[in-house]
Each structure stands twice: as structure tokens, then as C-alpha cells.
């Protein structure tokens, strides 16, 4: 694989970034998914200016204007022979003396970027078959909205979640479903969607923006307002969304079957127009 490390394309091997490196000593770092299909970006705009938001709510500057990062999103898919995957970002406030304090502001920003080959990202197992999912308490920070690096409580999640012979875990705070350990969570009841708001409790997905768009447009009612889990058991239809997952139905949730325990109409119409619009 050929990587992107501060300016310069290098085999992964050859690649560097210091010790000292704040994201790596403080999680001082913000990150983006973008997922390719058929070798084009989906929604490279809205990871750009999610990006945008997420380093100035840290104090930090974009790396490089708009165009450039494209062009080198665009670099990494064309050198990597990318179809179909993702490119991952990452941009930290570069490597200083350890200090809780942030160091100068010329510091120069840390900047990496790799792409992961997914053949078949479309069209994968858990699409088909709907994933499952176990409650836990959502243990993370208060600035979800945020996209740092900060995910070892979401890691440990989706480690419970399979020790329990799940797949994924929704988390719950104050009663009510935030969202996945990396997804935005959604329940389908008469017909209606109900996803929570955003706020600085979840990311503000961009794949979450794009569907609710695409059901819009398809004329399905919303709500944006939290849920509780009983609401979510007693569901038609559950889904969550990402940037590379798309949209993935919810056939259970800790052990119980949601509606029929198999993937429902409006998830996999979602889903469709969704990968329809992408390609
Ligand atoms: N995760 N919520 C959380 C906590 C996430 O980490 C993500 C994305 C989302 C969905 O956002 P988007 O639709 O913009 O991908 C919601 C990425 C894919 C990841 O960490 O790999």
C-alpha cells in the first residue's frame, strides 16, 4: 500500500510519525472515513467540511485547503487501485515535549492518509443478513460531535458486543439510545423513522445527513428525538448508518428479535437508493 504522510506518498513500511506525536500521547487528533465505490468518493464535501468543524472546535487550522485534500484522496484511490473501500484521515496537532498544555501554534499539524481495500463493499454478508446488537452504557466523553481518535470506549463496546455474540453495540445514556460504537442508530415504527437529533451527545454522520435526505424525498415521515430501548425492542424495523457500512439493518437487539428478525423494507429501500445515488 502506498500511504500519505505529511506531503509525501511512501510504501506503508516507509512511513513515520514521532513518538512525541499528540495523537498518539493524547488523542490531540481528529479523523475522517470516506468511503469509495466504483472508484469514485461518496460525499467527499461533507467529510471536508466535518473535518473543518471538528479542528476548530480543537483550535486547530485545516492541514490544506479543500482541493488539495481531494486531490489527494484522489492520488490514494488512483496509486492503490481502489474500486471499491475506504480512505482513511487523520490530522493531529503534530509532535511536541509531552505537555497537557497545547504546544506553539506553528507546530506543524500531523497529516495522514490511507485507503483500505473493501471488494464488494456493497453488497457484504451483513447487508443481506442484518447485523445484531446488545445494549451498553454510553461511557464516552461529552463532545461526541467531535470526530477524534478518542475510541477506545466505542473499541471495548463492539469487544463486549461480540463476547456476547453480537455484532455491534448501541449505547445508552439517560435512558435513551445515543447511537453505535460507529454509526448513527435509527427504529422504524408505523411507518415512521425516529433517529435522534444532533447535538453534542453523536456525531453528526454524513451518511445519517444523506439518508435523511433520500427519505425526504421519498416522502417517509422523521422524527429526530432520542428513543429508549423499550421503543427500540418494540420497533418495526431498527438500522443504523455509516460512511462504511451505508445503511445496515438491526435484526436484534440484546437477544430479542426487532419486528420479524430479519432486514425490513425500509432499511433495505434506504439502502438501495442510497448506494443507487453513490455510484
Ligand atoms: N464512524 N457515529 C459514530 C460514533 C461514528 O464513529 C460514525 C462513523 C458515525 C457515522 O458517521 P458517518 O456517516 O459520517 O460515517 C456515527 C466511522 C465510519 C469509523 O469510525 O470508521
Redesign the pocket.
Known amino acids: 500500500r502506498i500511504v500519505y504522510v505529511n506531503g509525501d506518498y511512501l510504501p506503508e513500511d516507509a512511513a513515520r510519525v514521532s513518538v512525541f506525536d499528540r495523537g498518539f500521547l493524547f488523542a490531540d487528533a481528529v ?1 475522517e ?1 470516506t468511503s469509495v465505490l466504483g472508484g469514485r468518493l461518496i460525499d467527499f464535501d ?2 471536508a467540511a ?1 473535518l473543518e468543524r471538528s479542528l476548530g472546535e480543537l483550535g486547530m487550522p485545516m492541514p490544506m485547503p479543500r482541493d488539495s485534500l481531494l486531490a489527494v484522496h484522489r492520488d490514494l484511490v488512483a496509486r492503490n487501485s481502489i474500486e471499491d473501500g475506504l480512505i482513511y484521515l487523520q490530522v493531529t496537532r503534530g509532535a511536541a515535549d509531552r505537555d497537557f498544555a497545547y504546544p506553539d501554534a506553528d507546530t506543524p499539524q500531523t497529516v495522514v492518509l490511507f485507503t483500505q481495500a473493501k471488494p464488494g463493499l456493497a453488497d457484504t454478508p451483513a447487508a443481506r443478513e442484518g447485523i445484531r446488537v446488545v445494549s451498553l452504557p454510553d461511557l464516552r466523553w461529552g463532545r ?1 460531535d467531535i ?1 477524534t481518535v478518542q ?1 477506545l470506549y ?1 473499541s471495548m463496546a463492539k469487544m463486549e458486543a461480540r463476547a456476547r455474540g453480537a455484532d455491534d453495540a448501541w449505547m445508552i445514556e439517560d435512558g435513551a439510545v445515543t ?6 442508530a435509527y427504529i422504524v415504527k408505523d411507518g415512521r423513522i425516529v433517529t435522534r437529533g444532533l447535538g453534542h451527545e ?2 453528526s ?4 445527513a444523506a439518508v435523511l435526505r433520500l427519505a425526504r424525498e421519498a416522502q417517509m415521515q422523521i422524527e429526530e428525538r432520542p428513543f429508549t430501548l423499550d421503543e427500540a425492542r418494540a420497533a418495526d424495523e431498527a438500522f443504523v ?5 451505508f445503511v445496515l439493518p438491526v435484526i436484534e437487539i440484546d437477544g430479542a428479535a426487532v419486528g420479524g428478525g430479519t432486514p425490513g423494507p425500509v432499511a433495505r429501500r434506504l439502502r438501495e437508493i442510497y448506494i443507487d445515488e453513490s455510484r
Open positions: 479523523y472515513v461533507g467529510h466535518r461526541r470526530k475510541l466505542p447511537e453505535g460504537t460507529s454509526n448513527n453523536i456525531l454522520g454524513i451518511t445519517r448508518t455509516s460512511a462504511s457500512a
